[in-house]
């Protein structure tokens, strides 16, 4: 079955430091892989997203790129923001599953 | 427009009560999921409704969960007999497609926070 494994958190980072948070995944077929952000006392929202092979999804200064020869799908940012912390979350999704599966989530802690 | 909407925010109650969840989708969107998040963990999922299909239903923990949509449109989780266990944040989330394009991007509401004491 299909899965995704996120770095444990919490990531604890001081502000403008480079931020990476890995994400690596088992699937079958081609997956659409997702970042999704979770604000304090919010829900999730899409961060990000790639539906194939070697695209790079962007946003807000984050990005990953689709890398199906070591299927990951790492997430970074050149310079995080106290406004930055937040837990993420990887995900994939299947063509023909209308159940996506999600990563255990990493928090992500930007100190002043 | 509206963002997807979920009811109440918070909800504390006592052990063996049931609550109700609501849940009201983006406009038009035909797929809604419920998952349930607990402390520290991922995404549980709970159960998948499209269209005027059958609900998926596999998720659901126990008989004590259950849940409808009326109309294609809004749902209600309902948690029966409540224990300390389903203690978590319950999330609902929206999709405009049918939900198995694996490009489907889910909306996601901002949770109800269920304390069963």
């Known amino acids: 079955g299909n899965s995704v494994t996120q770095m444990e958190g919490p990531v604890t980072l001081s502000e403008e430091a480079f931020l990476t948070i890995n994400c690596t995944y088992t699937?079958?077929?081609?997956?659409?892989l997702f970042w999704y952000v979770q604000y304090p006392g919010e829900g999730l929202q899409l961060l990000l997203k790639?539906?194939?092979?070697?695209d790079k999804g962007s946003n807000k200064g984050f990005e990953a790129t689709y890398r199906k020869e070591t299927t990951s799908f790492h997430l970074e940012k050149g310079s995080v923001q106290v406004s930055d912390s937040a837990v993420y979350f990887c995900?994939?999704?299947?063509?023909?599953?209308?159940?996506?599966?999600f990563g255990r989530g990493t928090s992500l802690i930007v100190h002043p | 427009g509206a963002g997807v909407s979920q009811s109440p925010s918070n909800k504390v109650t006592e052990k063996g009560k049931d609550v109700e969840l609501r849940c009201d989708p983006i406009?038009?969107?035909?797929?809604l999921y419920w998952y349930r998040q607990s402390l520290g963990q991922g995404l549980e999922f709970l159960i998948y409704?499209?269209?005027?299909?059958?609900?998926?239903k596999s998720g659901l923990p126990s008989d004590r969960f259950s849940a409808e949509r009326t109309g294609g449109s809004v749902s209600t989780l309902t948690i029966q007999r409540t224990q300390q266990e389903d203690s978590a944040v319950y999330l609902c989330a929206s999709s405009s497609a049918s939900g198995t394009s694996g490009r489907d991007t889910q909306y996601f509401g901002p949770g109800t926070r269920l304390t069963v004491l």
């Open positions: 790639a539906t194939k092979a070697d």
């Open positions: 995900a994939l999704k299947s063509g023909g599953s209308y159940i996506p599966t």
């Open positions: 406009s038009g969107h035909t797929a």
């Open positions: 699937a079958t077929g081609y997956p659409s």
């Open positions: 409704f499209q269209g005027n299909s059958a609900p998926d």
